[in-house]
């Protein structure tokens, strides 16, 4: 995180206390403050890239703030929150420039989708982008986790972000100012892992010319991640276990142990308690590595995050690419991404922005720029087999249309809150209807939030 950006203005202690939890979670930097007024103090003193306001509030309220916003600072974006009772205020108060409110209660990743609509989150280096409740709930827990020296195991597929998750917990642990250094156990050759990880003295092997310390050596006082330590030889394990226990290393062809003062976090995308029962991972080390798990759920399995992260990586690469604009990102290109079922999950949907931004021209990203490459079957379609579908009961829709259809009645969901009825009501569909399409995506696996 960078500077201040982010103006929070709301009378409920509580409910300002909740949000700040989840923009700062988010990776948003937040100054809060209780009234209209004293947001226009806090404006006066910083600068900021967003403002979020409750609508009622005593003195001039939210209105008053906007209407502060409307001559001093027209080009900040300010988004309301109202109760859905003043909804109407809340339209009205669009129209005199706020951009986009939130009708009370919302879920933290509705507020996040909004925000990031206007403002991608600012991250440093390689921070988590999350807005999903799932995704809110392992970051809040390994911000716990890392102040604690606790040895922890992040699992979860390929590209989930196990790596950027790693980094997290050393950023907020006691040793950030120490070394983070992370070492692949998968891509070092067997016969130099052992080396790579304890370092060596001069002559120890063919080739040693000169003395080097090892991984562990060089993160002393900080982290080392381990990654993919299930691809480690059980004859190593065995030796870096002693490590761990004992809490001290001896350099290959060295007589002196080294004391060792450093945190171990590893990594795996396989199932590494059933390598343990199967003795293809020892299991001592399993229970030493294993203090605290922390699982990733694949993408598809937090589609909240889809949106931010791909707006987060537009920035990015605009940045990157020195494009003159940042591109928005349109409806259908925004449809494609969640309907898509991620295999290659958080790495896969880098890729794919990246690409969108080479071929893109103009300053909105639209579908034409989504090219996915990964055979796969669009989350939607799959929800939606095509043997069961009965004309009368699809409404006649096409093939295009039904695997929108998820999308959007997801969508619905979201912004009503969960709430069947004003789902139904805002779609034009009887309850009836929405139960019988719910319970058919549910057959299909798809997640619907309760
Ligand atoms: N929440 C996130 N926010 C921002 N970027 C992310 C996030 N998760 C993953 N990434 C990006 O996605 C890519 C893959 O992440 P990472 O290397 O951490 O995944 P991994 O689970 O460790 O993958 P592997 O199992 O292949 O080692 C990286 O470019 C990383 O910066």
Redesign the pocket.
């Known amino acids: 995180m960078s500077e201040g950006k982010l103006l929070l203005v709301e009378d409920d202690a509580a409910l300002r206390e909740a949000l700040l939890d989840t923009l700062m979670l988010a990776q948003y930097e937040c100054v809060d403050v209780e009234s209209a007024e004293a947001g226009i103090l806090a404006l006066k003193e910083h600068r900021f890239d967003m403002v979020i306001s409750d609508v009622q509030m005593d003195g001039i309220g939210g209105l008053g703030l906007l209407n502060h916003m409307q001559q001093y600072h027209p080009k900040t974006p300010m988004l309301l929150m109202t109760a859905f009772a003043t909804i109407d205020h809340a339209v009205n108060a669009m129209k005199l420039g706020a951009v986009d409110y939130l009708a009370k209660p919302f879920s933290p990743e509705v507020l996040l989708n909004q925000v990031s609509r206007y403002l991608p989150?600012k991250?440093t280096a390689?921070?988590?982008?999350?807005a999903d409740e799932k995704?809110l709930a392992l970051l809040a827990l390994a911000q716990r986790v890392a102040v604690s020296d606790a040895s922890v195991m992040?699992m979860?597929?390929?590209?989930?972000?196990?790596?950027?998750?790693?980094?997290y917990i050393h950023q907020h642990s006691h040793r950030s100012a120490s070394p983070f250094v992370a070492i692949?156990c998968a891509a070092i050759p067997e016969n130099m892992l052992e080396a790579t990880l304890f370092g060596y003295e001069k002559g120890a092997f063919t080739g040693a010319y000169q003395a080097c310390p090892g991984k562990f050596e060089q993160a002393q006082g900080g982290t080392l991640l381990l990654?993919?330590i299930s691809e480690m030889e059980v004859g190593l394990q065995a030796k870096l276990l002693r490590v761990l226990q004992e809490r001290e290393v001896e350099r290959l062809g060295g007589r002196k142990t080294i004391k060792l003062n450093v945190r171990v976090l590893a990594?795996?995308?396989r199932d590494l308690k059933a390598m343990a029962t199967s003795g293809a991972f020892r299991e001592d080390l399993y229970y030493r590595i294993n203090v605290f798990p922390l699982t990733?759920p694949a993408l598809n399995q937090r589609p909240a995050?889809i949106l931010p992260?791909a707006r987060?990586?537009i920035n990015r690469y605009a940045l990157a690419m020195n494009k003159t604009e940042v591109p928005a990102l349109a409806e259908c290109a925004a449809r494609r991404l969640l309907t898509h079922r991620w295999p290659g999950?958080?790495?896969e949907?880098?890729n794919v922005i990246q690409r969108a931004l080479i071929l893109n021209v103009s300053n909105e990203i639209t579908v034409a720029d989504i090219i996915i490459d990964s055979v796969d079957i669009p989350l939607s379609a799959e929800a939606l087999p095509v043997e069961e579908d009965k004309p009368s009961e699809l409404d006649g829709l096409g093939h295009e249309l039904k695997a929108q259809e998820h999308v959007i009645i997801l969508e619905t969901l979201t912004q009503c809150n969960g709430s069947r009825k004003a789902v139904a009501e805002k779609l034009g569909i009887s309850a009836r209807t929405l139960r019988y399409k719910m319970a058919k995506m549910r057959d299909a696996g798809i997640q619907i939030p309760a």
């Open positions: 989150a991250t390689d921070n988590p982008v999350v995704s992040i979860g597929p390929s590209g989930s972000g196990k790596e950027v998750l790693a980094r692949n990654d993919e990594t795996s995308n990733w995050d992260l987060h990586m999950n958080v790495r949907l880098d």
